[in-house]
C-alpha cells in the first residue's frame, strides 16, 4: 500500500444534457467513474463497489458548487447511486432559487457549462501490479464530499443525463 497525503482530490467530467425537460430545475448527472486518472502518486482508479464509497455525506448534506468553491452554492444533491452495471457515481442534483444558481442553471441547459467534477477523500489505496509491470493505485474506501460544476474537466467519461446503460469506455 502507498502512503498519500490525507487531502481533497478532484475529478472532472463532461456534462452531456439529455433531454430532462422540467421546470423543476432537477437534473440527472454522472460523477465519477473507474477512468485512471495520473495523480502525483501514480494512476489512480476510484472502486465503485458499494463496500468501497462512503456516500452519507454526500446523501446526507451534498453541495453542488461552482468549480468547488464552497461560498458559490448553487444547488442541492439529492439522490445518489452506484451503477453496478458501468462502474459510475450518478446524481440527481436540484438547483437553488437564487439569481445565482438560475444563470448556472440555464447555462447548463444552454449547454454552455458542460464539465462536472467531484470533490472527494481517499481513505485507503491500494496498489494493483499489472502485466506490464507497471501499478494503478485502487481507491477502495473513498467518500465524495461535494459535486461541482467546473471550467476545465479532467475525466469526460461522465456527465449529465448519461444512462445506466451507457458503456463508458475506461482507457
Known sequence: MSKIKTEKFYRSAHIELVG???????????????KPVERYFGQEVLDHQPRSVRLGRLTDTGALLVNHDPDDLVGKVEEVHLSGTDNVGRATVRFGNSARAQEVYQDVQDGIRTGVSVGYQIHKLEEEKLDDDTSIFRA????????????????????????????????
Open 140 to 171: 477502495t474506501d473513498w467518500e465524495p464530499m461535494e459535486i461541482s460544476l467546473v471550467s476545465i474537466p479532467a475525466d469526460a467519461s461522465v456527465g449529465v443525463g448519461r444512462s445506466d446503460g451507457e458503456r463508458l469506455s475506461v482507457v
Open 20 to 34: 430532462r425537460e422540467n421546470d423543476d430545475r432537477r437534473i440527472e448527472l454522472a460523477f465519477s467513474s473507474e
